[in-house]
């Protein structure tokens, strides 16, 4: 196999960074000598892009030595319980973030829409965050064409709709399908869980701090109504579990 000499660039990523963008599948073409000299500068390089027996992805050009810290890097941490394993862009865009970032968390998962009876469920939403927000509580909005065919806009019309009519805050991620489960392996796990799959827009699961316990609420059940509110200040009241190594 034939070797390549690559001029160093002046900057270049730290080990660090490079590994989360691996972890993340962000790659830049432009970004391709930097990321082959940096592999090579800590002595890790595997088959060169010219290579008729290079892979098809930059992960599999890497060493097994740096593949296997790649692979470390993007594994969920252990104490993020196998529910919120799952990763969503943001509505406002970006690349996905897992919801591992929730984990020990109470979250109140809901799916949205901008054009029904149930709407105005949003500002009930808002307030559940800003009132449980320092307890531990989570609202998480996936806004969803499912039902009535009634959030036809676009992710970006979503969040300036949600943003200037009920001054939302609480997370919300792109627009998906909440009842084809194939495509969302998050609401599959929810439904099956609950024997329960959303029939309208504005259906709720509350999830425990361990993420192992799941209740769903119907869309009439109103944000403030003692029912849902007896049940997030229930599961607020649990300790955060603790930390797993």
Request: charged share 20%.
């Amino acid at each position: 196999m034939h070797s390549r000499q690559l001029a160093r660039p002046a900057v270049l990523p730290s080990p660090a960074a490079m590994l989360l963008l691996l972890g993340m599948g962000v790659w830049a073409t432009s970004a391709s000598a930097g990321i082959d000299a940096m592999i090579d500068a800590h002595g890790m390089a595997g088959p060169l892009a010219g290579d008729p027996a290079v892979a098809s992805t930059p992960a599999q050009r890497l060493s097994p030595a740096l593949q296997t810290m790649v692979a470390e890097a993007a594994a969920p941490p252990a104490a993020c319980p196998p529910l919120l394993r799952h990763a969503f862009a943001p509505i406002q865009g970006g690349p996905p973030q897992s919801l591992c970032r929730y984990a020990g968390s109470v979250l109140l998962v809901v799916n949205t829409a901008s054009q029904c009876g149930f709407t105005y469920q949003y500002e009930g939403l808002e307030s559940l965050h800003r009132r449980f927000r320092g307890k531990g509580l989570v609202v998480v909005g996936f806004p969803s064409n499912d039902f009535g065919g009634q959030e036809p806009g676009s992710n970006r019309e979503i969040a300036e709709f949600c943003r200037t009519k009920y001054g939302v805050q609480f997370p919300m991620y792109e627009k998906a399908s909440v009842t084809r489960l194939d495509e969302n392996p998050l609401y599959a796990e929810l439904a099956a869980r609950t024997g329960a799959k959303p029939r309208w827009n504005f259906h709720k699961y509350l999830i425990d701090r361990t993420g192992e316990r799941v209740q769903s609420f119907a869309s009439d059940v109103e944000p403030a109504s003692p029912e849902l509110v007896r049940a997030i200040e229930r599961l607020l009241a649990a300790p955060r579990p603790a930390l797993r190594s």
